[in-house]
Nanobody, 124 residues
Framework: QVQLVNSGGGLVQTGDSLRLSCTVS????????MAWFRQAPGQEREFVAS???????YYADSVKGRFTISRDRVKGTMYLQMDSVQPEDTAVYYCAAGRAILSSIRNPEAYQYWGQGTQVTVSS
């Protein structure tokens, strides 16, 4: 059974740092594309970052230079380090895993497995 469990969200202030975690079980990292998405109230789910074939990283322009995606293969955990957070980063953040190809890694429909989501709220 595949399971992704999000953790690490919370309330932070503008400019703070926060690290989200996604503990993965039931799949092998190297066989799946892994990603973070976010969804703000009233908006569609939005691509944040992806880890493709375990070493290639891709970011949305809005977070490039501020967020870092990584994984710990031994712990079976993926991370999203969020630095210099801004109020527009406020959203529910979801981790995802799927057999996505490179051209589709920014598309949420390419991912078959999802975490439950964790709320990140950035106050100004």
């Amino acid at each position: 059974q595949v399971q992704l469990v999000n953790s690490g969200g919370g309330l932070v202030q503008t400019g703070d740092s926060l690290r989200l975690s996604c503990t993965v079980s039931g799949i092998t990292f190297s066989n799946y594309a892994m990603a973070w998405f976010r969804q703000a109230p009233g908006q569609e789910r939005e691509f944040v970052a992806s880890l493709f074939r375990t070493t290639q990283t891709y970011y949305a322009d809005s977070v490039k230079g501020r967020f870092t995606i990584s994984r710990d293969r031994v712990k079976g955990t993926m991370y999203l380090q969020m630095d210099s957070v801004q109020p527009e980063d406020t959203a529910v953040y979801y981790c995802a895993a799927g057999r996505a190809i490179l051209s589709s890694i920014r598309n949420p429909e390419a991912y078959q497995y999802w975490g439950q989501g964790t709320q990140v709220t950035v106050s100004s």
